[in-house]
């Protein structure tokens, strides 16, 4: 469901920036409109999750970091 949700929000911005850029540039300007929106789809697609990441400034923690939270998360992992 989910999936499905995502494939139609990322159709939906895809035709919608295909017809600005058929105002704008004519049949020329809705192909590449409509490319460059590809491009972006794939690209946040493979990326986002990267991207989200860096945008918060995750990273990696050890035991020796913060070793209530690791502990915590080793037992809901235990638990799974």
């Known amino acids: 469901m ?3 949700k995502v494939f139609l929000l990322m159709a939906g911005l895809t035709a919608v920036l295909a017809v600005i850029g058929g105002f704008l540039g004519g049949q020329g300007g809705a192909l590449i409109a ?6 972006t789809n794939v690209g ?3 990326f986002s999750d990267r991207a989200v990441l860096r945008m918060y ?3 990696v923690i050890g035991p020796e970091d913060a070793p209530a939270l690791y502990q915590m998360v080793d037992r809901l992992r235990q638990r799974a």
């Open 57 to 59: 400034r995750a990273r």
């Open 34 to 39: 409509f490319g460059f929106a590809i491009v």
């Open 44 to 46: 946040m697609y493979w």
């Open 2 to 4: 989910q999936q499905g």
